[in-house]
């Protein structure tokens, strides 16, 4: 049995798109002078997400009414489970390394969050395996993708609330400042009189007032302001990957309602052209990954040991947590669907959580959390992870199948 288990794990390690994964990696290990065009990866991007949409939304027309009761509830469940992995990251960080807690909390949101390219490489990987997956896993990737946003923004204005400084330094961390923190509050108080004084008074004048100070916040910058604003709402949901694979699933969906199959064998641009696109994606990924680990030399063992970890972990538990309740609520998935939430589960964010740090928590660094998340996440969930988890999903379904 471990024997048939390696000669599967090894031979689903070495497929074409994993090797320009490798490929694209080794080009800033050996110097290689080439970079790769930033447009056309915006190009890759946005064809990838508009496919997987596109796709899932034609097949979600076809599933059964009477099962959209287990398929929301699976939703449910999913979008649950990426909010337990973020905090559970924010725990294993605190005991693994000895970052300060800010940089924990964004982090542990990278964690509960998802990665559409990571989805896009385990989709590309089942179908060259000939692994099915049930239609709606990509408005899964979705719906997991938000978690990790609400387990950042969570964390931190936990840490506002404690006297943390502008600089993000909590105080018994070092370099903390009392004084600036002293003003930090004091701002923040004086912003809230303020806001209450225009309510009660209903005063023009003084309305305009407050709207000029948002326009031109204080030197504390966005550590006064409340940590949920319409900008960051707007971030969350409407952000360009969430707005694209939403497009997608719902051009699909409507599309084939209507009768017209756009999505279909033979179609040259969204089927047929999906691996080699996908092969070019990889490529560019694997150069950023490689690029990333540099910034991992001032992290230490603990944050190295954390970005291996977490994958495993976190996809186990996806692949329990999926089985599970298909037994409890005898629906069957597809193989490739406990696979693709095991993949949900245990990749990091490196599109959504990246710009609700850069609205919301600018005291963290920007550095750290996207050298785990490329540098180390995802470049072991595409190359060991993913044939790892099918396996692990072989292994686990016949262990306990569903009756």
């Known amino acids: 049995m471990l024997h048939e288990f390696w000669l599967n794990f090894t031979h689903n390690l070495f497929k074409p798109l994993l090797l320009f994964f490798y490929l694209g990696f080794l080009i800033p290990i050996l110097k290689v002078e080439f970079e790769f065009p930033y447009v056309l990866y915006q190009g890759l991007t946005l064809y990838l997400l508009l496919a997987i949409g596109w796709h899932g939304g034609e097949e979600l027309a076809t599933i059964d009414p009477s099962s959209i009761g287990s398929v929301a509830g699976f939703m449910v469940l999913g979008f649950a489970t990426n909010l337990l992995i973020g905090m559970l990251a924010y725990g294993l960080l605190t005991r693994m390394t000895s970052l300060r807690r800010i940089d924990r909390a964004t982090v542990a949101g990278y964690y509960g969050s998802d990665s559409a390219g990571t989805f896009a490489t385990c989709v590309g990987v089942l179908a060259t395996v000939g692994i099915a997956f049930d239609a709606y896993m990509p408005v899964m990737l979705a719906i997991m993708e938000i978690p990790g946003c609400v387990v950042a923004l969570y964390l931190v204005a936990r840490l506002r609330r404690n006297r943390m400084d502008p600089a993000g330094t909590m105080p018994d961390e070092p370099g903390y400042d009392p004084q600036a923190a002293a003003e930090l509050v004091t701002a923040a108080q004086l912003s809230t009189h303020r806001a209450a004084t225009v309510r009660e008074a209903g005063v023009e004048e003084e309305l305009e007032l407050s709207l000029e100070k948002r326009d031109h916040p204080s030197p504390a910058g966005a550590a006064t302001r409340g940590i949920v604003s319409g900008a960051l709402v707007r971030e969350v949901l409407l952000n360009p990957g969430l ?37 070019l994606f990889l490529l560019e990924m694997g150069m950023t990954a490689s690029r990333k680990l540099r910034d991992l030399r001032s992290a ?79 470049s072991y969930n595409v190359t060991i992870g993913i044939p790892l988890y099918i396996q692990f999903t072989h292994a686990v379904t016949g262990w306990l199948p569903v009756g």
């Open 243 to 279: 707005y694209l694979l939403f497009g997608g699933l719902v051009i699909g969906f409507v599309g084939r309602l209507q009768g017209e199959s756009v999505i279909r064998d033979g179609d040259h641009v969204f089927v047929a052209a999906f691996q080699g696109m996908l092969c």
């Open 300 to 378: 230490g063992r603990g944050f190295v040991a954390f970005g291996l970890l977490a994958p495993n972990l976190f996809a186990a538990l996806g692949i329990f947590i999926a089985h599970g309740y298909a037994l409890l609520t005898r629906t069957h998935f597809e193989p490739g669907s406990y696979v693709l939430f095991a993949v949900l589960c245990g990749a990091a964010s490196y599109i959504a959580v990246p710009a609700v740090q850069r609205l919301a928590i600018p005291e963290a660094s920007p550095t750290l959390p996207l050298a785990a998340s490329l540098g180390l996440t995802f």
